[in-house]
């Protein structure tokens, strides 16, 4: 009897260590935030250039008391469906430990019952694709407790079509001319001072 007790307390503490390894679902949070962005239907967004306004709020159709476990929101840039296909490194799963479907920070803020915004530009390093805006409520542990999302559950609507860039920029082509043009300058300067030096030391 002793030894089937200490199997079963095993069992069950691989059972909670496992569930722990893989930390919150998505599936289990609840939509309790409502989440919205300035958008241009049709608009093709230029990173470093172009910028987003989101907002977001507790959805006011929940019981009073839903968002007290509520300290941190903290807002992300998220691909969406279309641009995952064959892409392993964007691929969503339902552990968020493991999700890789919002892998860009746009804000981190104190939770307030409050409706809040951002006006964020769209970073550098955002790469082309198609992205929805997501933000989660983390409770003091800085764990995820509920989410909200500008697009539907298919995550098929109110996408962002993001332009990244492409090939070198002006700044970078520019900085490598000058350093050209400087060092050919440098070496000219070398062989001129040498032949002089060589020239004198004959001459003496």
């Known amino acids: 009897m002793a030894s089937t007790g200490i ?16 930390g919150v679902l998505f599936s289990s949070l609840k939509q309790t935030l409502i989440v919205t962005a300035s958008h241009k239907e049709g608009q093709v967004y230029k990173t470093g250039i172009d910028k ?7 959805n006011q159709s929940f019981p009073a008391g839903s968002d007290s476990t509520y300290k941190t929101i903290k807002v992300k840039f998220c691909y969406a469906p279309v641009s995952q296909v064959d892409r392993g490194w964007r691929k969503t799963v339902d552990s968020l430990s493991k999700d890789k479907t919002c892998q860009f920070k746009v804000v981190a803020r ?45 995550k098929a609507t109110n996408l962002f079509v993001v332009q990244g860039i492409s090939g070198r920029h002006a700044s970078l082509d520019i900085a490598s001319i ?10 000219a300067g070398f062989f001129i001072a040498e032949k002089r030096k060589a020239k004198s030391s004959h001459e003496k």
Do not use: K, M
């Open 7 to 22: 199997l079963l307390a095993s069992l069950l503490l691989l059972s909670c260590l496992a569930e722990t390894s893989h």
């Open 110 to 154: 104190p939770y307030s019952s409050s409706n809040q915004s951002f006006e964020w530009t769209i970073e550098r390093d955002v790469p082309s694709a198609t992205y929805f805006l997501r933000a989660y409520a983390y409770d003091a542990a800085d764990v995820e407790v509920a989410y909200g999302q500008t697009t539907d559950a298919q």
């Open 178 to 187: 000058c350093f050209s043009a400087f060092s050919v300058l440098s070496l």
């Open 52 to 58: 987003l306004t989101v907002s977001w709020g507790l």
